[in-house]
């Protein structure tokens, strides 16, 4: 039997996404935890719901120049598509990215102006979120 690629401690489960997250830009914490409040009566918190709402955030932050914490951020999202649990590589995809190419969001920016700080694992993602939008092609 061949062996995984990683051992369950470096597995990201749905309940430990966001804490890498937080470590990489402290400043979402307080949005964080109010989402978590509002989110209190759900069964689980919505980890789709809270990356839209930080894909929000890289896009006010990307728009005032302010990116000092996007390697670090990018760096924790490749972690989501490499060691993440199927929930977690999802809300990567439809949470985070596919509301970073959201136009509608862009005052001053534009979506491709992220990728430069985007891991190749990511960027694969990108270009699938993308295809499926622009052309149909299912994401997997």
Not at 85 to 104: C, F, S, T
Request: hydrophobic share 40%.
């Amino acid at each position: 039997m061949s062996q995984p690629d990683h051992d369950d401690a470096t597995i990201i489960h749905r309940s430990n996404m966001f804490e890498p997250l937080l470590l990489a830009d402290p400043t979402f914490r307080e949005t964080w935890e109010r989402l978590r409040r509002e989110q209190e009566s759900d069964e689980e918190v919505s980890g789709y719901l809270i990356a839209g709402e930080f894909a929000c955030r890289l896009i006010r932050c990307l728009e005032a120049g302010d990116t000092s914490r996007f390697t670090a951020v990018f760096q924790v999202v490749k972690d989501w598509h490499t060691h993440g649990v199927q929930y977690v590589k999802d809300a990567a995809i439809v949470g985070l990215l596919e509301d970073l190419q959201n136009e509608n969001l862009h005052n001053t920016t534009k979506p491709d102006d992220f990728l430069p700080w985007m891991h190749p694992e990511t960027v694969t993602w990108w270009h699938k979120v993308r295809d499926f939008w622009e052309k149909g092609v299912p994401l997997v």
